[in-house]
């Protein structure tokens, strides 16, 4: 088994280079490979996604990637900025189903913005169409406009689409997923104003049919950004495209208190992977060995359950994060008064040893 | 001076009643005129902004609107829909600038689900472009896809625009807002992946160049979904698009515990306006003689203020929506242990008293 290792920029480096030390602790048999993504191989060969790095990526089992983008590469023309690497592997790769688990750990009930009565053993998945919608529809750009309010202006566009099987697959997806926890789907549309999203409704609606099981609700963008506020914890599994799931997803996370500990997984229809933190490049913190490598560390181990068949492998890591959680250690996002402040490095090696 | 009352559907009859009744005291030379909206309209006459109505806020110097809508009306072809009434009064009256302000109560800090001290004193304002974006973007529909993943499925389509003249106008109206307020406006785009939001931020920087006196920033949707859990306080004046401002203004709204208190206001190029509050039409407790009615009296003052030219007037609302909450009055969404809980009328009743 072979997994593709691209750290990216900012903390990717510090950060990838933690979890790749708890995989290789664990003794099993797969060859790491690393290539330059984002900012990072831009500066290297004069592209965000090489056509190396991609063709790594598509030899692999699995992608281990870090984080990409900084500041500094903002006045690039777009193509060649860091996060078209992201978006690039997605789509060359295929990956449909994102995976945003929003958990809030036990110890880090307090770091959350939210009362703690209103997270305390919140846990919640949001998966994400990664493939279609806005971020890829064709056509886009700039034109004159034909009509509109102000007709003959400079005016620019984008295409949101999705068909019919697109839709059925996430939707399979997410009743799957909910089968294997507490069997409610939420579909998040805005069907109330778009042509799409009224069709992601009747689509998903008619996929529900095959898992009677599974019970499913609807609910508006606007107002589920509204209820994760509210009341997270009346979610199960939420489904969504991928511009609302990219909205929903950050506020979920970041609403847990515990954005430095989730990981995230992309697949594809055969279950190969992309696994990432769902936190992004730091690079006001990059290179002072501070970040939190949790996250990655824990994306490690569902790239172990999802992709690689290791679910016992997966397990060890997730324990013994949970080992040095309770030991008290917390790198400088989660610490608080009472608990051990510690560098991205010896939490690495806490896990390690906790292993 | 004509004003225009919609009441719509749900709550809206009942909260635009007490609105009504404290427009009324204040002595103003004013005619009210009122119109059925939303499943209201389409129980009467088959659609749900009939000719009449809509003729009646065109003539009218402002609109003050109720809410719309009521699951029972979920069945009917999306053109018939109680929510088109308000997609077509903002179309028609071109009606782009929305105003929403998300401010925190001071009585009311213990309502939010965060943490008293992240939302305490908040005062942000939500500028949300209204009549542009995938909302009204032709083309849209459904047809058989000619190219994507799934060529020859079906599929559903939508399209994403922003001419200049349309930018500029928005990014105006918020710059001179953040002029009475703390100078600070802040551009949510998603400049990364769309080409209408990359247009967006290139624009909204140009028109900056004539306020040298305000600072801008610009933010990505998704961290700005972030950034609004962990610390609101941080922003002053947000302006974004139509899509990413449904969500967004939502999520502050709620954010606040406030929303029960939070009016709104939606402006065509000569101040004309459309008032109505944040919450929706709560279709759940209608007829209950339950729902808080100081979201749409402090819309009425609003629409003094903005529209009406009586600023005075529009004060003397405010200050006896303060005194109302000082004397302990609250309706169940606000109502806390300590505090005397009292229905819609009675709310109502003790504005008109304080005046
Ligand atoms: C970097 C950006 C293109 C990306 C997205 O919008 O999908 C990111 O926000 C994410 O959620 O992975
Ligand atoms: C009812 C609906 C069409 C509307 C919108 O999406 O604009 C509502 O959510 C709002 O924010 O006023």
Same mark, same amino acid.
């Given at each position: ?56 990526? +598509? ?20 193509? =060649? ?5 992201? =978006?690039?592997?997605?789509? $060359? ?28 053993? =919140?846990? *919640? ?44 697959? *996430?939707? $399979? ?11 409610? #789907? ?11 999203? +009224? ?10 049919? +095959? ?27 939420? #489904? ?6 990219? *909205? ?68 060890? *890591? ?38």
């Amino acid at each position: 088994m072979k997994i593709a290792v691209l750290p990216g920029d900012g903390i990717g480096t510090e950060i990838v280079a933690e979890a790749v030390k708890v995989l290789k602790v664990l003794d099993l048999k797969f060859e790491l490979e690393t290539a330059p993504v984002g900012g990072a191989a831009y500066e290297a060969s004069g592209h965000p996604l090489p056509e190396a790095t991609l063709k790594l990526a +598509q030899a692999a089992d699995a992608v281990l990637f870090g984080a990409v983008g900084d500041w500094k590469y903002d006045k690039l023309e777009r193509a =060649l900025r860091p996060e078209q690497a992201i =978006l690039g592997l997605r789509k $060359h790769l295929g990956l449909f189903a994102n995976f945003r688990p929003a958990i809030c750990y036990e110890q880090l009930t307090h770091a959350s913005s939210l009362k703690p009565e209103l997270v305390a053993g =919140l846990d *919640i998945l949001i998966i994400r169409e990664l493939t279609g919608d806005i971020y890829f529809g064709q056509p886009r750009g700039r034109r004159t406009a034909a009509d509109g309010h102000f007709p003959g202006s400079e005016e620019a566009f984008d295409t949101m689409r999705y068909s019919r099987p697109e839709i059925e697959r *996430i939707a $399979h997806v997410a009743f799957q997923a909910a089968r294997k926890r507490n069997k409610r #789907v939420t579909s998040v549309d805005k069907a109330n104003v778009l042509e799409t999203f +009224q069709f992601w409704k009747d689509v998903v609606t008619e996929v529900h049919a +095959q898992y009677p099981d599974v019970e499913l609700d609807h609910m508006y963008v606007d107002n589920a950004a509204m209820q994760l506020v509210k009341a997270p914890k009346r979610f199960d599994v939420v #489904v969504t495209g991928n511009m609302f799931g990219d *909205i929903l997803s950050d506020e979920a996370a970041m609403l847990t208190g515990s954005i430095g500990m989730l990981p995230s997984a992309s697949l594809d229809k055969n279950n190969k992977g992309l696994y990432e933190p769902s936190h992004g490049s730091a690079p006001d913190i990059a290179g002072k060995g501070v970040a939190n490598p949790l996250a990655t560390i824990l994306s490690a181990a569902m790239m172990l359950k999802f992709s690689l068949s290791q679910p016992e492998a997966a397990a060890r *890591i997730e324990a013994a994060v949970g080992a040095v959680l309770s030991q008290g250690l917390r790198t400088a996002d989660i610490w608080s008064e009472g608990t051990q402040k510690v560098g991205t490095r010896e939490m690495g090696d806490a896990v390690v040893a906790a292993i």
